[in-house]
């Protein structure tokens, strides 16, 4: 019978939901899962609001201040779901209380504040992981599979794209997304976080990037409630968007490897695109995520009368990973359930004593790489990230 651990979880939107959903999830599809998840509080700072998430997505019970919850004896994990403002203060505080933490992506607004964040769990012995889910998605980790096997050669070439469309209308308000104070970075920290990820996890470390960012909506309605308004465009308050809408950046691989990233909010008829492609001198790995049970892939050693890229449906329980807990093989699964081999990864981590990857340290890595993009930004030159 596998033990208990409390969980708290500050943030009760976007990522609030789909981790409720991965908590609620994991011991009825993973029974082997070596700590059971007790759903003790929501938090969140419009008491009504979480108090209406809380039942609705499963909660015992909630609260209205994180300090309070990361202070609580029968929470032993900390589960921070906020916009990147609070993920330093709240997983340095949670782990100074001894608790373990599971921290949405990217790790923090700043290399320093990261840097921190890897520290306060190192100091407390206690588990620090980054949500970056797509590390989960069983096709993904196939490649990852035939990188390590040798399977695709010597990798020449990371090719990633991560295109959304959602800000494009300039009437789209000021949100916090489009703020740096908030979120550190905009389509660079939000999308770019993630295809650093997968690449260092297929590739390996990055030595070297040079990159731009582009704004090109600088000015945007200023939400109701909020300050900043800038000046008055027709009656309406307007606000300075001070984050990219769009980064492009090169990456050079200490395996010899070359990357290329491109990630935007601003391409039109791309609400999630996302998508890498790897070339090696025996063979060729494409993934895309709107296809995220597929994996496509061309062997070299193929008989030349049959070779060419062809589609692997990743859903065999016996030969790929996580799917063995969900359906009969061709059963497709879909993006929430990357949350709920997060969190299993991470419960098994916990109960070994182990941080399982994206530890903070990669966090930190993958932070050190977006600031050295926008350090290349500025100063138009290659710039080697500060690890
Ligand atoms: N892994 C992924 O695929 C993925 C996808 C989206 C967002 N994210 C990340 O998740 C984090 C949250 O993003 P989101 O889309 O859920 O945002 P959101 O705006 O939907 O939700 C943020 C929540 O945090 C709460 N919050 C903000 N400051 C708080 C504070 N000081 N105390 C308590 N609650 C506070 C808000 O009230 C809200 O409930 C960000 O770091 C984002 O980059 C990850």
């Known amino acids: 019978m596998a033990g208990t651990i409390g969980v708290g979880l500050v943030g009760y939107k976007f990522m609030g939901k789909s981790h409720s959903n991965a908590y609620r999830q994991v011991?009825?599809?993973?029974?082997?899962?070596?700590?059971?998840?007790?759903?003790?509080?929501?938090?969140?700072?419009?008491?009504?609001?979480?108090?209406?998430?809380?039942?609705?997505?499963?909660?015992?019970?909630?609260?209205?201040?994180?300090?309070?919850?990361?202070?609580?004896?029968?929470?032993?994990?900390?589960?921070?779901?906020?916009?990147?403002?609070?993920?330093?203060?709240?997983?340095?505080?949670?782990?100074?209380?001894g608790k373990h933490v599971f921290c949405e992506k990217p790790l923090a607004n700043t290399l320093d504040e990261a840097r921190q964040m890897l520290a306060a769990v190192e100091r407390n012995h206690v588990v620090g992981m980054v949500n970056f889910n797509y590390r989960r998605v069983p096709a993904?980790?196939?490649?990852?599979?035939?990188?390590?096997?040798?399977?695709?050669?010597?990798?020449?070439?990371?090719?990633?794209?991560?295109?959304?469309?959602?800000?494009?209308?300039?009437?789209?308000?000021?949100?916090?997304?489009l703020q740096k104070d908030q979120a550190g970075a905009g389509a660079l920290g939000d999308l770019g976080a993630h295809i650093v990820d997968l690449a260092r996890m297929l590739l390996g470390e990055i030595t070297d990037v040079t990159g731009l960012l582009?704004?090109?909506?600088?000015?945007?309605?200023?939400?109701?409630?909020?300050?900043?308004?800038?000046?008055?465009?027709g009656g309406q308050a307007m606000g300075a968007v001070t984050v990219d809408d769009a980064a492009l950046f090169l990456a050079q691989f200490a395996n010899?490897?070359?990357?290329?990233?491109?990630?935007?909010?601003?391409?039109?008829?791309?609400?999630n695109y996302n998508s890498f492609e790897i070339n090696g001198s025996k063979g060729s790995i494409v993934f895309n995520l709107e296809r995220m049970n597929e994996l496509n892939v061309l062997f070299d050693d193929d008989a030349s009368d049959v070779k060419g890229f062809r589609t692997i449906l990743v859903t065999d329980g016996g030969a790929h990973p996580y799917l063995s807990a969900w359906w009969p093989s061709g059963h497709i699964i879909g993006w929430e359930h990357t949350f709920t081999h997060g969190v299993y990864d991470l419960l098994?981590?916990?109960?070994?004593?182990?941080?399982?990857?994206?530890?903070?340290?990669?966090?930190?890595?993958?932070?050190?790489?977006l600031d050295a993009v926008e350090r290349s930004a500025g100063s138009r030159q290659w710039v080697t990230p500060d690890y």
């Open 256 to 271: 010899g490897a070359v990357g290329s990233f491109e990630v935007t909010r601003f391409a039109k008829g791309r609400a």
């Open 140 to 177: 993904v980790q196939l490649a990852k599979r035939l990188i390590d096997d040798g399977r695709i050669g010597n990798v020449y070439h990371w090719r990633a794209v991560y295109l959304q469309d959602w800000i494009m209308n300039p009437n789209f308000p000021l949100v916090w997304r």
């Open 214 to 233: 582009t704004t090109f909506i600088k000015q945007r309605p200023v939400l109701a409630g909020t300050t900043g308004g800038l000046g008055a465009a």
């Open 348 to 369: 098994n981590g916990i109960a070994a004593g182990q941080a399982p990857a994206p530890t903070f340290e990669d966090g930190v890595r993958c932070q050190a790489i």
């Open 27 to 97: 011991a009825h599809f993973f029974p082997d899962v070596a700590l059971q998840p007790e759903m003790k509080a929501l938090c969140g700072r419009d008491e009504a609001g979480v108090k209406a998430a809380a039942a609705q997505f499963g909660w015992q019970g909630y609260e209205t201040d994180w300090h309070k919850l990361v202070a609580r004896a029968d929470i032993g994990l900390v589960d921070v779901s906020t916009p990147g403002d609070s993920h330093a203060a709240i997983s340095i505080e949670a782990a100074n209380n």
